[in-house]
């Protein structure tokens, strides 16, 4: 009976050859490839090794992975308790040098294997084939094997079996290798999605940071406690990622004098935001030399036209200074250049607008002129100066605020003037709307308490408020 | 892109007579601005803008009147608005530029200004 790739001679010979080390580094390589070697038993290869078994009828079979220096069942049907054995002595580790499926019918007679481990220990094996399981660029992983306790004969249809096994067993690698692969393109794809997230959330934060930081060097960090005086402000960006073109300030002139202001630079972004930090200390420096507030806005607006980096912006702004009245409460001298007007809240539901005549754009025109005008402000009364971004606040219906919605607003407020609770009422009219003010919004509210209130006044209040009330401003319609 | 539109109509000698129609934001402005700048280019270095179609006008808005006013100034001309909306009108007023940008009610009234000498339409 001829016996396919029936190797009796010795290694070297055309049945059992040597791999080269570059032959041998290369079938590790695919080894490693497979990810197979020290899995866990899996039933598909525990099926080729019992059908294996039962097809031969041989007490045993196995599924095995040659490793660099050992051999590792990968599937073991009747070895109990064999996970590996050293590759020296290993029948396939020979079988995988062999080019064909090696049938030893008696080891016995064998030259290499009758002084194998197998064969002269307790298993004493005297029958042995195996087919290797060969990769299709030709590497040979292991083998699947027969063995039995009886020399035997297999037909040229039996070792066509067990190679058609082998190849059933590279079937299944191949399709572990596909899976696996899926699954490493698909982690990695996550990993790369979740890094490309983090790092854009590291990104916005950096930019809202950077905004924020920014920001706070264009506002005051705390209102000061004025004597006799409450004061609230507030402050919103309509973007967390934009610096606001808003800005305002309250700083003391020395004696009992004292300076503030509320303005509004065109446009938004760094260049605004460079704009409005000239503008703020333009304004402080100008009032330290001359605090008149219409001489105070001539000032900015010639700083503004004579530096070429502001371009053809401009900004609008209330500036005034304040002073103890001979009798109660504060003198108020205010100039407007170009801003809407501040609101005199006389107490009882009365609102005044404080507007003086002709106070231009500033920064827009040579020759710009300012005027001033002047206020008792009494205790139980206030004074609120705004950006235009409170007025053109849109409502559900899309109407804005306006200048009646907020002097109506103002008017409906009954009894004696607190500056925090005018801004805290006005903002919660803000974040009534539906879409938030949609733009940047400054506020500022000055009141003179009652006496009785006086003395309790410990500090102001302030509230800046950096992030949006509402979303992302929507385009005006 | 909002909607904005100048058509030039008028355009006698050292005159030129635009209708604006549209929304006059930051999209918008810079080509309001461009646009009358090459009016004055061309010549017509008394303008006249009629605002009748004028839906909306913000701070780059005004940033585009400023820059053609400044530029017809430099030109020895003039800019002067007819029809002026009511709200950009208050908004003139409230930045002071109604003083420096006459305002006519209507597009003729504001040509037949024009016509006895060009120097009192910036009177």
């Keep these: ?58 007490p045993v079979a196995s599924v095995t992975i040659v490793d660099e220096d050992r051999i590792w069942f990968k599937a073991a049907h009747g070895l109990e308790g064999v996970s590996e054995i050293g590759r020296e002595p290993g029948l396939c580790g020979s079988a995988i040098l062999a080019d064909e499926t090696l049938v030893i019918p008696d080891t016995f007679t064998d030259p290499v294997a009758f ?53 059933i067993v590279l079937d299944e690698l191949e399709m572990r290798l596909a899976a696996l692969n899926a699954l ?63 800005f305002y300030d309250v700083f003391p002139l020395g004696g009992k004098r004292w300076a503030f202001f509320l303005g509004d630079v065109c446009g938004k ?44 912006r401009f900004c609008t702004a209330v500036f005034g200074v304040l002073e103890p009245h001979e009798d109660e409460g504060f003198t108020i001298t205010v100039a407007t250049g170009g801003h809407p007007p501040a609101y005199h809240l006389r107490g009882q539901g009365a609102v005044e607008a404080v507007q003086p005549k002709g106070g231009m754009l500033i920064g827009a025109l040579a020759g710009a002129h300012f005027a001033s005008h002047s206020i008792h402000l009494a205790p139980g009364e206030g004074l609120l100066l705004y950006t235009d971004g409170l007025t053109e606040a849109r409502t559900l219906g899309g109407e804005m605020i306006g200048d009646e919605g907020l002097t109506r607003f103002l008017a409906a407020r009954t009894g004696p003037v607190s500056a925090a609770t005018v801004i805290g009422d006005t903002v919660d009219l803000i974040d009534a709307m539906p879409h938030g003010a949609g733009d940047d919004v400054a506020l500022l509210a000055l009141s003179v308490p009652l006496a009785d209130a006086a003395a309790s006044l410990t500090a102001t209040a302030t509230a800046h408020t950096i992030a949006p009330a509402g979303e992302t401003p929507e385009r005006r319609p | 892109m909002t909607d904005f539109r100048l058509t030039a109509q008028h355009t006698d000698g050292d005159l030129a007579l635009a209708q604006v129609a549209g929304e006059l934001d930051i999209d918008t402005a810079p080509h309001l601005r461009t646009q009358a700048l090459a009016l004055i280019e061309q010549g017509h270095r008394h303008l006249i803008l009629d605002l009748a179609a004028v839906t909306f006008c913000d701070s780059s808005g005004f940033n585009a009147l400023v820059g053609i006013l400044r530029c017809a100034k430099s030109a020895d001309g003039t800019l002067v608005l007819a029809a002026v909306p009511d709200r950009l009108a208050r908004l003139l007023n409230l930045t002071g530029l109604d003083t420096l940008l006459p305002a006519h009610p209507t597009a003729a009234h504001a040509l037949v200004a024009h016509t006895p000498s060009p120097d009192t339409a910036t009177a």
């Design chain 1, 1 to 58: 009976m001829p016996q396919a790739g029936h190797a009796t001679g010795p290694a070297g010979t055309p049945g059992r050859r040597t791999l080269s080390a570059a032959e041998e580094a290369a079938r590790i390589d695919a080894v490693r490839r497979y990810d197979i070697l020290d899995t866990p038993p899996d039933g598909a290869f525990d099926r080729v090794a019992a059908m294996a078994a039962r097809l031969f009828k041989v």
């Design chain 1, 269 to 312: 972004g760094p260049e605004a935001a460079a704009l409005t930090s000239l503008t703020r200390y333009t304004l402080r420096a100008a009032a330290l030399i001359d605090p008149d507030p219409d001489v105070v806005l001539t000032s900015l607006n010639t700083a503004l036209l004579l530096d070429p980096a502001v371009g053809t």
């Design chain 1, 184 to 246: 490493r393109t698909e982690q990695e794809r996550r990993i790369e999605q979740e890094e490309a997230r983090q790092r854009a959330e590291r990104d916005k934060s950096a930019i809202e940071a950077f905004a924020s930081t920014l920001q706070r060097t264009l506002l005051p960090p705390a209102l000061p406690v004025v004597p006799g005086l409450e004061l609230a402000c507030h402050y919103a960006t309509a973007s967390p990622q934009n610096v606001g073109g808003d």
């Design chain 1, 115 to 167: 002084n194998n481990g197998l064969v002269t220990g307790p298993m004493a094996v005297r029958f042995y084939a195996a087919a290797p399981i060969i990769t299709g660029d030709g590497h040979r992983l292991g083998t699947v094997n027969i063995l039995d306790t009886k020399p035997r004969l297999i037909t040229e249809d039996d070792t066509a079996t067990l190679a058609d096994l082998a190849a």
